[in-house]
């Protein structure tokens, strides 16, 4: 929709100047609408709120305009005046507006009107095929006609694409009007087969379970869906239904949390297939209709993150008091929306306060030693990552990571018997796992030991992910170490056009083409190299190879010493930013 917005604005702007009739009698502020053009572009939702306001002061009822105010005011949370631009923009004659369609529906269902709604649809206003259509069974539901909502959520079963959206929320409308035997007989697969659910429909279904006075089911639904590491919401949860508790269904509780959940719903399903803008927007509305949906909170606040706006992220993740069990979770969100705005050392404070806290969370030590290991700050990083193995005993396939990245960080300062023992315990995990493979087959060539394993194990990454230019680079460099110089240049070349402007990646094409006596390539590839920001350290080589070229600089380092101060692998770049 974003794109969509800006080719509208950018037409706008055309026809202005060309003095198009359409416009001809209109006076647009052109800088304010350039200034919410630039910050519409950079979804900068706050400083594009205000300057499309100001340009709608001069032209009111343009409705590029108001689209612009309408997705920017939705963008920052401010729905009184997102309302105000939609009602505006739904007065213009001529080309609808699902912008204002939405935020107007928006409306209703904040208060309650289904039959507004019910009618809004019938006068043609779209929210999209799946939203109209589970929002009016909704509405349905608001209205206390169950059977007809019921034949609503049917004919969404019976639409190819939409059949899990529409068994959910079925079930969810079902257990919110007290049905708990008809709804977990949809969320179990007894009646129309599996159903893949997500977090929070384990949730739900956990719930049902509980009214049902089923609490041992739960407990194991739990157990089975998010293992039994400490998890401060799981836990929360799985405490009360321990101790007999039973667990009121509160997933949805109105018809409105209903239509809450379906904008919720088809977030998740948008998020990481379409534009995050439009994501957002759905995100916004659920959060709008109801403020305590955390899920729909803690989503906002990492899509914000995606689109660079971290003030409004971080904002999002302070919503949470100290007390709520997704406190932990929007934390670990905050320290990473103040390490991208440069705060690392406030980033590193907030995980650090949150450790001592929960001292007994290996997600919060994870993630503490990630922020210390991007801060250079490896045996701070050790200690951490050390904690969370263990916490978790490590044992599992998907605990490799921990031992990986200890791995990473006991290279980094110097500790290789400390590292190879890591890297090695990462592969019993998982034998297969490319960053592992490559990071310790590189590693290892670079010392000169172990040099057919080690080869091996890079063949074994590239095969593993070859589309992974890092780790193509690896294997070429691992030849070019031993001496194999033809054999580097196809992959290093490959590797050049995955990576066309990686620094190290570059400077190793240009290594490559000098030993394959291609000489001017080389050249030319390491002034390619510079223009890339390379460390100081390799930018100093890259100039003296320029200057005197690779011969006489490995003879002046000398053969041990030009192999250790070869310039990094971009694997270890890769490995150190969390690639």
Same mark, same amino acid.
């Given at each position: 929709?974003?794109?969509?917005?800006?080719?509208?604005?950018?037409?706008?702007?055309?026809?202005?100047?060309?003095?198009?009739?359409?416009?001809?009698?209109?006076?647009?502020?052109?800088?304010?609408?350039?200034?919410?053009?630039?910050?519409?572009?950079?979804?900068?939702?706050?400083?594009?709120?205000?300057?499309?306001?100001?340009?709608?002061?001069?032209?009111?009822?343009?409705?590029?305009?108001?689209?612009?105010?309408?997705?920017?005011?939705?963008?920052?949370?401010?729905?009184?005046?997102?309302?105000?631009?939609?009602?505006?923009?739904?007065?213009?004659?001529?080309?609808?507006?699902?912008?204002?369609?939405?935020?107007?529906?928006?409306?209703?269902?904040?208060?309650?009107?289904?039959?507004?709604?019910?009618?809004?649809?019938?006068?043609?206003?779209?929210?999209?095929?799946?939203?109209?259509?589970?929002?009016?069974?909704?509405?349905?539901?608001?209205?206390?006609?169950?059977?007809?909502?019921?034949?609503? !959520? +049917?004919? $969404?079963?019976?639409?190819?694409?939409?059949? &899990?959206?529409?068994? =959910?929320?079925?079930?969810? *409308? @079902?257990?919110?009007?007290?049905?708990?035997?008809?709804?977990?007989?949809?969320?179990?697969?007894?009646?129309?087969?599996?159903?893949?659910?997500?977090?929070?429909?384990?949730?739900?279904?956990?719930?049902?379970?509980?009214?049902?006075?089923?609490?041992?089911?739960?407990?194991?639904?739990?157990?089975?869906?998010?293992?039994?590491?400490?998890?401060?919401?799981?836990?929360?949860?799985?405490?009360?239904?321990?101790?007999?508790?039973?667990?009121? !269904? +509160?997933? $949805?509780?109105?018809?409105?949390?209903?239509? &809450?959940?379906?904008? =919720?719903?088809?977030?998740? *399903? @948008?998020?990481?297939?379409?534009?995050?803008?439009?994501?957002?927007?759905?995100?916004?509305?659920?959060?709008?209709?109801?403020?305590?949906?955390?899920?729909?909170?803690?989503?906002?606040?990492?899509?914000?993150?995606?689109?660079?706006?971290?003030?409004?992220?971080?904002?999002?993740?302070?919503?949470?008091?100290?007390?709520?069990?997704?406190?932990?979770?929007?934390?670990?969100?905050?320290?990473?929306?103040?390490?991208?705005?440069?705060?690392?050392?406030?980033?590193?404070?907030?995980?650090?306060?949150?450790?001592?806290?929960?001292?007994?969370?290996?997600?919060?030590?994870?993630?503490?030693?990630?922020?210390?290991?991007?801060?250079?700050?490896?045996?701070?990083?050790?200690?951490?990552?050390?904690?969370?193995?263990?916490?978790?005993?490590?044992?599992?396939?998907?605990?490799?990571?921990?031992?990986?990245?200890?791995?990473?960080?006991?290279?980094?300062?110097?500790?290789?018997?400390?590292?190879?023992?890591?890297?090695?315990?990462?592969?019993?995990?998982?034998?297969?796992?490319?960053?592992?493979?490559?990071?310790?087959?590189?590693?290892?060539?670079?010392?000169?030991?172990?040099?057919?394993?080690?080869?091996?194990?890079?063949?074994?990454?590239?095969?593993?992910?070859?589309?992974?230019?890092?780790?193509?680079?690896?294997?070429?460099?691992?030849?070019?170490?031993?001496?194999?110089?033809?054999?580097?240049?196809?992959?290093?070349?490959?590797?050049?056009?995955?990576?066309?402007?990686?620094?190290?990646?570059?400077?190793?094409?240009?290594?490559?083409?000098?030993?394959?006596?291609?000489?001017?390539?080389?050249?030319?590839?390491?002034?390619?190299?510079?223009?890339?920001?390379?460390?100081?350290?390799?930018?100093?080589?890259?100039?003296?190879?320029?200057?005197?070229?690779?011969?006489?600089?490995?003879?002046?380092?000398?053969?041990?010493?030009?192999?250790?101060?070869?310039?990094?692998?971009?694997?270890?770049?890769?490995?150190?930013?969390?690639?």
């Amino acid at each position: 929709m974003r794109s969509v917005l800006s080719r509208t604005l950018t037409a706008l702007a055309l026809a202005a100047t060309l003095g198009n009739p359409l416009y001809a009698n209109s006076d647009i502020d052109t800088g304010a609408y350039l200034a919410a053009r630039i910050a519409e572009s950079e979804n900068d939702f706050r400083a594009a709120a205000g300057w499309f306001g100001k340009a709608i002061l001069a032209d009111s009822a343009n409705p590029t305009l108001l689209d612009g105010a309408i997705l920017a005011q939705v963008g920052v949370g401010n729905f009184a005046l997102a309302i105000d631009a939609a009602r505006m923009r739904s007065a213009v004659a001529g080309e609808p507006s699902q912008l204002a369609d939405l935020v107007l529906l928006a409306d209703k269902a904040k208060r309650e009107d289904y039959a507004g709604i019910q009618a809004a649809s019938g006068a043609g206003r779209d929210a999209g095929d799946l939203a109209n259509q589970l929002i009016l069974a909704w509405a349905k539901v608001g209205e206390g006609k169950m059977s007809e909502a019921i034949q609503a !959520f +049917d004919a $969404v079963t019976r639409t190819k694409g939409y059949e &899990a959206f529409g068994y =959910y929320h079925k079930a969810l *409308a @079902l257990a919110s009007v007290g049905d708990f035997e008809g709804a977990d007989n949809i969320l179990s697969g007894k009646a129309a087969g599996p159903i893949v659910m997500m977090r929070r429909g384990v949730f739900a279904r956990a719930q049902i379970l509980s009214q049902l006075e089923r609490n041992a089911e739960a407990i194991a639904l739990l157990d089975r869906s998010f293992g039994t590491s400490p998890d401060p919401i799981v836990d929360a949860v799985r405490r009360r239904l321990q101790a007999g508790e039973p667990i009121p !269904f +509160d997933t $949805v509780g109105t018809a409105r949390d209903g239509i &809450a959940e379906v904008f =919720y719903t088809i977030s998740t *399903a @948008l998020n990481g297939q379409a534009d995050p803008v439009y994501t957002l927007l759905h995100l916004r509305i659920a959060g709008y209709l109801r403020p305590e949906l955390s899920d729909a909170l803690l989503l906002t606040a990492d899509v914000l993150k995606e689109l660079g706006q971290y003030d409004l992220a971080t904002q999002t993740y302070t919503a949470f008091p100290a007390d709520d069990p997704a406190f932990v979770t929007a934390e670990i969100g905050r320290a990473g929306a103040l390490r991208s705005q440069g705060k690392a050392d406030a980033a590193i404070e907030a995980l650090q306060a949150l450790a001592r806290a929960n001292s007994g969370l290996a997600n919060v030590q994870f993630a503490l030693g990630d922020m210390l290991r991007g801060a250079e700050r490896f045996d701070e990083a050790k200690q951490a990552y050390t904690a969370a193995i263990d916490l978790t005993k490590a044992s599992n396939t998907e605990d490799w990571v921990l031992y990986f990245y200890r791995g990473i960080v006991s290279e980094q300062s110097k500790d290789w018997a400390a590292a190879e023992a890591d890297f090695r315990r990462a592969l019993e995990l998982n034998p297969t796992q490319p960053q592992v493979l490559n990071y310790l087959g590189y590693g290892l060539v670079d010392r000169g030991e172990k040099l057919d394993e080690a080869l091996g194990m890079i063949e074994k990454a590239v095969a593993g992910d070859p589309e992974q230019g890092y780790i193509i680079d690896s294997l070429a460099w691992a030849y070019f170490k031993l001496g194999r110089y033809a054999e580097a240049l196809l992959p290093m070349e490959r590797a050049s056009l995955l990576e066309p402007v990686d620094p190290i990646v570059t400077d190793h094409l240009g290594d490559v083409y000098w030993m394959n006596d291609r000489r001017l390539e080389a050249r030319f590839q390491w002034r390619r190299a510079l223009s890339f920001q390379p460390t100081e350290k390799d930018r100093a080589r890259i100039l003296r190879k320029l200057e005197v070229g690779l011969d006489t600089v490995m003879a002046e380092e000398g053969a041990g010493k030009a192999q250790a101060e070869a310039p990094a692998n971009a694997a270890v770049e890769a490995a150190e930013n969390g690639n």
